[in-house]
């Protein structure tokens, strides 16, 4: 389990957003409390976002911003391509890390096993605290009537009530959404 950060994604009511804290930790010590680990790429049209080693996060930031060139700009069709490479490279396939994409029509986790994982309900989430922002995150999509960004707001904080390699130094991101709104 990769452990120091959480990425939490929600795709509801017309919108998309992408949440990260900024906590970076070395065992048992934080050594940075804003690390921005949301970002954009290929001309701000895909939101990104890594748990794991950040040298590793940007070596894969610039294989999928090449794979979205090559592509021009198909999600889809790039990050299949980059989780083949990811498994199958010799370089590529030591990477610690994961990935959460996503532009106006899909969200993928990508992982250097191979996996490209749409979500069912319009939550993904990575990292030490991701299965609390996720679970939080699915309940509030499910019962309550908030929009994209209050839902990953309450679900971030509740990770970073609950994970110590969490923190409350979050960013967001946020686009419209034209995919499915699940």
């Known amino acids: 389990m990769i452990k120091g950060t959480t990425i939490l994604l929600v795709r509801h009511k017309d919108k998309v957003v992408m949440a990260g804290d900024g906590q970076v930790t070395f065992n048992d010590v934080v050594l940075k409390s804003t690390a921005r680990k949301v970002r954009r790429l290929y001309q701000d049209k895909v939101m990104s976002g890594f748990a794991g080693a950040t040298a590793d996060a940007f070596t894969l930031y610039e294989r999928l911003e090449g794979k979205l060139k090559a592509h021009t700009g198909n999600l889809r069709r790039a990050a299949v391509d980059l989780a083949k490479d990811w498994r199958t490279d010799r370089a590529l396939r030591r990477l610690e890390a994961l990935m959460i994409v996503a532009d106006e029509r899909d969200d993928f986790l990508i992982s250097g096993t191979g996996d490209v994982i749409e979500p069912e309900e319009g939550v993904l989430a990575i990292g030490s605290g991701g ?52």
């Open 131 to 182: 299965s609390y922002a996720a679970a939080a995150a699915k309940a509030l999509v499910r019962h309550a009537d908030m929009s994209a960004r209050d839902i990953a707001e309450k679900a971030m904080q509740i990770a970073a009530e609950t994970c110590i390699y969490t923190n409350t130094n979050f960013v967001f991101d946020e686009m419209d959404s034209t995919g499915r709104d699940d």
